[in-house]
């Protein structure tokens, strides 16, 4: 098991740990985003979570949700369920301007191929 990617801590790219290094290396692992997206709406179970991800491991699962936890991303409701902090709801509007360029960049592509 690996710690968790947080800021201040050595990451890979960044022996200082700094912020945006720690955010890519955590974010970049796999199921990390998958699992943020799946809570933007609201609270889910694990059960839930890992059907609404294509049926991921359950070790891969607990491993990222325990890793989302201890960087302070979601949170354990008192019915168990996870939901996501105030601070990792604001990477949804961190993320936004990602999300237009990825579909800029998409038709972009569609174009390019068409010719």
Known sequence: MTA????????????????LMAALDLLGRRWALRLL??????????RALRACSDDMSSSVLYERLRE????????Q????????????RALGDAIEPLG????HWSKARQASSRC
């Not at 989302?68 to 949170?75: D, K, R, T």
């Not at 409701?77 to 990792?88: A, F, K, S």
């Open 100 to 103: 237009k360029w990825a579909e």
């Open 37 to 46: 997206w799946e809570l933007r709406d609201g609270p889910l179970g694990a």
């Open 4 to 19: 968790t990617p947080v800021p201040g801590r050595s990451v890979r790219g960044s022996k200082a740990g700094r912020p």
């Open 77 to 88: 409701t008192d019915r168990r369920e996870y939901e996501l902090t105030t601070i990792g």
């Open 68 to 75: 989302l936890l201890e960087a302070g991303l979601i949170q």
